[in-house]
């Protein structure tokens, strides 16, 4: 995707952090189409767990790596 975005403009703005914040607009935008985030769904019956996870460190757990 990035082969194939037209960077031109970006070479014609003297101030270098608009087009620095052109081409990361550009970047991102790429990104994000090439790589969606999916959203996975944690059945509890069928999540292997060791005996010390409680229910609330699991919850934890999932929303820790929603962030990440």
Known sequence: MLKDT????????????V????????????FDKSFP???RIFIR???NREPWITSELLTS???KSNFH
Not at 19 to 30: E, G, S
């Open 37 to 39: 985030l999916r959203e």
């Open 61 to 63: 757990s999932i929303n």
């Open 19 to 30: 087009a620095y914040d052109t081409f990361l607009d550009k970047y991102l935008a790429a």
């Open 45 to 47: 019956k069928y999540v």
């Open 6 to 17: 037209d960077f031109e403009d970006i070479l014609k703005i003297v101030c270098p952090n």
